[in-house]
C-alpha cells in the first residue's frame, strides 16, 4: 500500500529497543551463524521502530538505535507486532521515463536482488533528534552510484509503502541524465572505491522490465510511476 504523506517525524528515542532485550541471547547465536556463513556482514547500526502511526497526512514514529544483527533476527524470524522496519529509499526516474535500480552484489544478505538505491538511516542521518529520509535519500544515492542529488530533482509528495511490518519512505527524484551516462557516472564511481555492495545498474522501462527479484515495495512504486495498478 502507497500513503502520500505531507511530512514525516521519527523521533530518535533514548529506550532500547524492546524487542532487542526480549530476543538479545537469540540475536547473538543467528549473528554468529550468520557471520560464519558470510564473514563479510557487518553488524553496524541499524534504526528499528515503534509507535508508527500516520494521523492527519504525517508519519510518526519512535527510531530506536540498534544494530543490524537485530534486524536480521527479526527479518528472518517474524515481528512482534510492535517493531517495524523503516528506511528511506530513493526513487530515481531518468530521462527518459525510465527507472534506475541497481543489483546486489553475492556477499550482501540480499545477495543478487534488485533495489531502487537505499540504505538503512544511520547516524549522519540524524538532525535535531530526528531522522532525515530525504538526506538518506541523497546520501545512498551518492554512495551507491556517485550521483549527487539536486534538491530540484526532487519531485511530487513523499510517498509512504507498507510491505509486511515495513514502510519505506520515499520521494519522486527527476534525474536528468540517460542510462548510459549514469552507467558511466557509476563505473568512474566504483574505480574510485565505490560501494562493492552493488554489483551492476538496472534500467526499468516499462511494468514487463521488473525484474522477479525486486521486492513487493518497488515494484509497487514502478507501477505507481507508470500508472499502473499494482501487479
Not at 556482514?41 to 508519519?59: A, H, K, P, Q
Not at 552484489?105 to 547516524?123: E, I, K, L, M, W
Amino acid at each position: 500500500m502507497i500513503h502520500l504523506i505531507t511530512d514525516c517525524k521519527l523521533t530518535v528515542s533514548r529506550e532500547p529497543l524492546p524487542y532487542e532485550e526480549a530476543h538479545k541471547s537469540l540475536i547473538d547465536v543467528f549473528w554468529e551463524q550468520a557471520y560464519a556463513l558470510n564473514p563479510r556482514l557487518w553488524n553496524g547500526t541499524f534504526y528499528m521502530f515503534s509507535d508508527v502511526r500516520i494521523e492527519n497526512g504525517c508519519l510518526y514514529a519512535q527510531a530506536h538505535r540498534t544494530d543490524f544483527a537485530t534486524f536480521l533476527y527479526w527479518r528472518e524470524n517474524g515481528s512482534d507486532g510492535a517493531t517495524r522496519h523503516m528506511t528511506a529509499t530513493t526513487f530515481p526516474a531518468l530521462n527518459d521515463g525510465s527507472l534506475l535500480a541497481v543489483r546486489m552484489s553475492q556477499h550482501t544478505a540480499n545477495a543478487g536482488r534488485v533495489y531502487f538505491p537505499a540504505g538503512s538511516f544511520d547516524q549522519d542521518d540524524v538532525i535535531e533528534n530526528q531522522l532525515d529520509p530525504i538526506g538518506s535519500m541523497k546520501r545512498e544515492m551518492s554512495e551507491e552510484t556517485g550521483i549527487s542529488v539536486d534538491d530540484r530533482w526532487f519531485e511530487g509528495p513523499l510517498l509512504a509503502v507498507e510491505q509486511d511490518n515495513s514502510i519505506f519512505i520515499t520521494r519522486k527524484t527527476n534525474i536528468p541524465y540517460g542510462f548510459d551516462e549514469v552507467e558511466k557516472i557509476w563505473q568512474r564511481h566504483q574505480k574510485n572505491g565505490g560501494d562493492d555492495e552493488i554489483c551492476g545498474l538496472v534500467q526499468i522501462e516499462t511494468t514487463r522490465h521488473i525484474p522477479d527479484v525486486m521486492p513487493r515495495y518497488a515494484v509497487e512504486l514502478c507501477a505507481y510511476h507508470f500508472g499502473h495498478e499494482v501487479l
